[in-house]
């Protein structure tokens, strides 16, 4: 293994001070002169058409500047090419409770909150659609005119044959799951600045900046573009700290184009903040999907074939729909052989906030029910959970029948690794009853191989500039979104260029100063941008050894670029290092207290670098050994004129997938690997579900900085396990029931697990030092592995998640066959009279929230109306 | 709302303001003074982003009323840094991961400090008990326990040392 001086060592983050001092600025935390405060109006209704919208009394209220309603910017956008239609706000039609109407631009938040109450707004109410399978049924009243059947997107896939796959099988195993929806949640609020500057040539508004929560700054100047009609290159994005994204922020959320519409009707700064109940309005995550899945294996444990029907409960637009409907059944593939395939998959629009990526996208419901299924499968044939999922194994390099090119493959020695460190072989089945562990595995892309917006792009450009200060400065357009991504790119370019990390300053996510990179999302930024950035650094890197070479008077190939040095290798300054001491030789200052040693024609060497290359020449005539990195630097520049290069990034052609219709989702240039074994307990009385430790093993290529990997590993296992333990959204008639972060039921610290990540390194062929991706694809695998504990512990399956104590406790009676326990019908008057899978809740035992007197769901309250 | 003049003491130095009598602490502290550390994130007291300590006490400033807090000695996360140098909690949280998106990062490091004054040696479960006071999205809180142990020990060497 190559010894390297910067990466692979845990290194706190480049922006870590600016993060635990409070110093660091989020977009709330900007402020301009004159700025003034946007407050959005949110329709109460979950389908109406607008008939008139009067602001007159909002716009005479003292301190409103501007009101901004539809008419203003009545142009469609969405993030998809394919899903443009969104209007930032509504034109003719609201489409979910929260969808946006109008938006105040008022002097203080007070003022501007007061004016909303004056906006007056006349609707025609229409029927609504909540439940996705009902939705598809819809013939009137579409959410979308062009969209028939509400159904936003079907994609059909075969491949192999699943027929005859399913007549091999020696077992069959057929079910439907349901996963609830979930949201991002990020900490930070979405919130964005947008301000016009005046040009001095025509004196009218002229160039937009604008500073905004946001994982791709490129995206948001597209789109701000398409809707305010204006070049894109008059519009500047700069992304300040983010506070967390989770795919949140990967799309244009409408107060980013709201808050650029309001400032341009009220001529001055507008910034727009979301409550967090707004936040949790604007939404763009799972979609809760029902997942009616069949696998057949043979008695040996192969996998014969799987057929899988998907139903994505999308809401009111199209979001990243087309795409998230198409991972679902893309990622069947890739993590185990599967020979034949058949995917049948329907995104489906109903009258609730859009859904849209979230960490592990489309593929972590699916995911879920595959591995629970594979568990129910082994135990059926009387093999060992993860004995069954070795059976299944990729030989890679290869490609899967679905047209996704596998090349590095740490998943055997996940499954190993988790599986010796937790114990398996010998807790497994013999813990005290109540007491259960369960294994799953995952998987996910290190980027899309295609770009949502098709082109023939660089999907990533790094920039990297060096002067005579021997400071180096790489400018990327990848989002530091929390995940590490400054602090990736300053140790892949300081480790290639061999200078110490401290000198390398990362410029990022301005389009103005930063070339276009598609952004953090997909996991793509350590591969993509990563592998930018190691090439704009060796370019330069080639700049400065040819420099130093012919300083030293030896070969490019003789030189070697280490702790701020650069020497030659057979040096006589270079012994330990030849000698086979895998430690760095000698720190940046004894080495140049080495050089002032050697004789000069001046007889200095610190401080003289800047006085002038006639002066550099002189002292320099004698060849040395070795040069500090500033002085090959100015020797680079006094020979090249400046030191400048350029990395860019594209993914491999082959692996790019195959041809079908929907097969540019799925494919990317690598794939990281999950195995995961959580230890469970579950209450019978209670039904409570606690979660006491989870080992994940993780392949992510090569870790280039430990202490990061570790973090997103444990923070992926721990959102997983959110989600199949606490956390739902649950709806009532279009109405959210809890929309904080406690309602939301996001785990504190006591409710969190240990877990104890595993780092696995398969050394990717293509990734940059062979670095994949490790932020996502540990998600997926918590929710099974949770179930299949809770089945070794108590003998129950569940096939709803959240693991909820009623969900628990049902199951449990079920299989007592005793009545089952109807624990939310009856409690609140105003329930529907059917009980809705994904709504009610044992501790909501109010009448909701006040209602309309023209809410649907008030006039059909059976037994007269309420008060 | 009529303004009143109020004299906030924030992280040692005293502020003469006019502030709404309905203004909560955190808008003061964010909008008036430009302490912008402390954040908001739930509006509710949920989150504990905008935790400060007062007079050592770790408190949700998204639901108190900066007039009632006059008298008192405010500490922000502005006022953690020591000397211009980062406080142990502050390098351990950046050393161990602690700390990955910052948001939620200044009302941690409130929370443990206010932790740590009562309780200069906790057990894990003290420091879970303490820590569920505030939400992180990223992290799922074990890094933040490793940091908290480390900043223990460093506190107690450096101690030491000037001994």
Known sequence: MTDFSIIGKPTAMVDAAEKTTGAGKYTDDLCLPGMLVGKILHSPYPHARIK???????????GVVAVAIGKDAPKTYGILPVGHDEYPLALDKVRYVGDNLACVAAISEGIAEKALELIDVDYEVLPAYFDPEQSMMAETNLIHDHKPNNLEKDYHHVFGNPDQGFAEADQIAEARFIANEVTHAAMEPHSTLASFEIDPHTGQPGRLTVWSSTQVPYYLQHKLSLVLEMPMQQIRVIKPLVGGGFGGKSEVIPLEIIAAVAARKARAPVKITYTREEVFWAHRG????????????????????????????????????????????????????????????YRVLTNKPACGAMRGHGTVNVRFAFESQLD??????????????????????????????????GLPECIEKTVNRSGWRERKGKRPRGRGLGIACSHYVSGAANSIIRSDMPHSTVNIKIDRDGGVVVYTGASEIGQGSDTMTAQIAAETLGCSLSRVRVIAADTDLTPIDIGSYSSRVTFMAGNATLRAAEEVKKLIAAAAARKMDCAIGDLQFRNDTVFRKNGHANQNESGGDSRPRLSGLAQRREDALQPTVSGHVEGQILRGSLQQ????????????????????IDFHGALTGT???????????GK?????????????????????SVDEDTGEVTVHKVWAAHDCGRALNPVSVEGQIIGSVWMGMGQALTEEMIWKDGMLMNPGLLEYRSPSSVESPAVEPIIVESLDPEGPFGAKECSEGSLAATIPAIANAIYDAVGVRLYESPFTPERVLAALRARKNAKPLNLTEGIDPTAPTRFREHGGSLCFKGKGPERHALDPARRETPGGSPK | MKKELIELRVNGRLHELAVEPNAVLLDVLRQELQLTGSKRACDDSSCGACTVLLDGVAMMSCTMLAISCEGQEITTIEGVSEHGSLAAIQKAYGDWGGAQCGFCTPGFIMTVKSLLAENPDPSEADVRAALSSNLCRCTGYNQMYDAIRSAIKAEREGSAVTK
Do not use: W
Request: aromatic fraction near 8%.
């Open chain 1, 376 to 409: 129910e499968l082994a135990a059926r044939i009387g093999m060992d959970p993860a004995e069954i999922r070795l059976c299944n194994l990729l030989k890679p390099p290869c490609i899967t029948v679905n047209g996704l090119r596998v090349q590095s493959y």
């Open chain 1, 647 to 657: 990395g860019s990034y594209a993914p491999p052609q082959d692996a790019r997938g």
């Open chain 1, 52 to 62: 008139s919208i009067d602001t007159t009394r909002a716009e005479r209220l003292d």
């Open chain 1, 617 to 636: 020449k002189r002292k320099d005539e004698f060849p040395k050994n070795s040069m500090t990195f500033e002085e090959a630097v100015v020797a680079a």
């Open chain 1, 660 to 680: 079908h219709k929907g097969a540019g989702v799925g494919p990317s240039p690598a794939y990281s690997y999950s195995a995961q074994v959580a230890e469970v």
């Open chain 1, 286 to 345: 799972r979609p809760r999907t029902i997942i009616d899945l069949k696998t057949g294996v043979k008695n040996d444990g192969r996998i014969t074939a799987v057929k899988a029907r998907v139903v994505q409960d999308g809401g009111a637009y199209c979001s990243y729909g087309v795409v998230t409907i198409l991972y679902s059944g893309a990622l069947l593939g890739a993590l185990y052989d599967i020979p034949n395939i058949q995917y049948d998959g």
